[in-house]
Each structure stands twice: as structure tokens, then as C-alpha cells.
């Protein structure tokens, strides 16, 4: 079994930051891709940014250069750090992971989501 633990949301002012966590606990095995989604009132789940294991970071058009996403191996968790923080942004926030377990093709987990919202 494995699990997504999130943290970091909550309700910020436009122009706030917020930074969300997820650690992934539980039998873990190798995790290459992880990233954040997320999901607005009425809207279909949207991809926020992602990272390999071993690669460049890849982001949204909207959340280019106002959030950071990052990752600590060692603690299986990744992070994403959201500046300059818009109303638009308010939605549910999802992390994702792949993990290769054995004899499987990658397996994807999902964490329970964070609310975050931006308002005055």
C-alpha cells in the first residue's frame, strides 16, 4: 500500500504564496515521474507542473514562472512552491506519482487533494 500525504493548503490573499507538500509512505518503490493537478469548481482536472526524476520540470502556461515544483528523493516527497498567487488559482490540488513497481508497468498513485484559495 502506499499513500499520498498532502499539506500546505489553505486560504491566502492575491499576490500570497503558498507551499504544498506530498510525501508518499508506505512500500515504496523507485518513483520517476511526480507532479501537481489540480481541479477548479465545474472544471475538468488540470496539470500544474510535473517532474522526472531526471529531467527539466514542466509547467503550465498559467503558473509559468510563478510557481516552482520540486522534489527530495530521499524523503519521497515533492514540492510546489506558488507565488504571486491569483484568484483563478483557487481549486482542489492533486499530487501525482508514478512508481515502478515490479512486474508492472508504471503505477500511478493519488494523493486527496489540498484546497487552496485566493481571496481578499
Known amino acids: 500500500q502506499v499513500q499520498l500525504v498532502e499539506s500546505g493548503g489553505g486560504l491566502v490573499q492575491p499576490g500570497g504564496s503558498l507551499r504544498l507538500s506530498c510525501a508518499a509512505s508506505?512500500?515504496?518503490?523507485?518513483?520517476?515521474?511526480m507532479g501537481w493537478y489540480r481541479q477548479a469548481p465545474g472544471k475538468q482536472r488540470e496539470l500544474v507542473a510535473t517532474i522526472p526524476s531526471d529531467g527539466r520540470p514542466n509547467y503550465a502556461d498559467s503558473v509559468k514562472g510563478r510557481f516552482t515544483i520540486s522534489r527530495d528523493n530521499t524523503k519521497n516527497t515533492v514540492y510546489l512552491q506558488m507565488n504571486s498567487l491569483k484568484p483563478e488559482d483557487t481549486a482542489v490540488y492533486y499530487c501525482n506519482i508514478y512508481m515502478m513497481v515490479p512486474g508492472w508497468d508504471p503505477y500511478e498513485y493519488w494523493g486527496q487533494g489540498t484546497q487552496v484559495t485566493v481571496s481578499s
Open positions: 508506505g512500500t515504496i518503490f523507485p518513483i520517476t515521474d
